[in-house]
């Protein structure tokens, strides 16, 4: 893995965060969106402890930060940018998707459902992009999902998984709150690979943790997410029969 990084492999953090209803309303202490200023809510504190890990592989630190299941003006959005800019949807640093987050908050609509499989289909097309062209094969996404709840897009997020399973990708969901994840196993494929009908993934590309088993120790949610990335990368460039570049001096 290190191999690769030193030879100049870029990483690319994207979030998406859960703007349905479910989380419950944003100005109310019981939801999950609830902006305390003396504490910050598991969203704020998920997105932190994982993605200061990530910034320090992500060269740029612009990350593209996402929303799904809000309602802007009379449309549901499952794919928009948190900065309300989606020719532009970078923000600089985890702080910035921290404050572009928070803004979202005061401007969308909570709503539904909860679909995945936009997300991760916008994430796999750069990712395609990418591995088709010689000159930026040595780039790899991850994507961070933080969500309260059950899937309701369940058949077609695992479609668009077996589909990124091939592409240089990795998705990491974090589940916030305290509802019922069991759902969420079936994708992280520690045991077998996903499956739909004839469809197989290539890898096991999903890793998903519950905040809650976290919550003291935040800083061990990085570790516990972030483990397997390093060999999701390195399976998937050997596959590939991408090999590291020499290590830039």
Known sequence: FLEYIMGGCQVNFTVGVDFTASNGDPRKPSSLHYLDPYRPNEYTRALVAVGSVCQDYDTDKLFPALGFGAKIGE??????????????????????V?????????????????NFA?????????????????ATQQQYFILLMLTDGVISDMMETKRAVIHASRLPMSIIIVGVGDANFTAMNEL?????????????????????????????????????LLAEVPGQLTEHMRRHGIAPLTART
């Open 188 to 224: 992280d494929a520690d045991e077998q690979k996903l499956r739909v009908g004839s469809e197989v993934a290539e890898r096991d590309i999903v890793q998903f943790v519950p905040f809650r088993e976290f919550a003291a120790f935040p800083e061990n949610l990085a570790k516990a």
């Open 98 to 114: 921290v404050q572009a987050y928070h803004t979202a908050l005061q401007s969308v609509q909570l709503w539904g459902p909860t």
């Open 75 to 96: 449309q549901v959005s499952h794919e928009f940018a948190l900065n309300g800019n989606p020719q532009n949807p970078y923000c600089s640093g985890i702080q910035g």
């Open 118 to 134: 936009p997300i991760i289909n916008h994430v796999a097309r750069f990712a395609q992009q990418a591995a088709g062209n010689l």
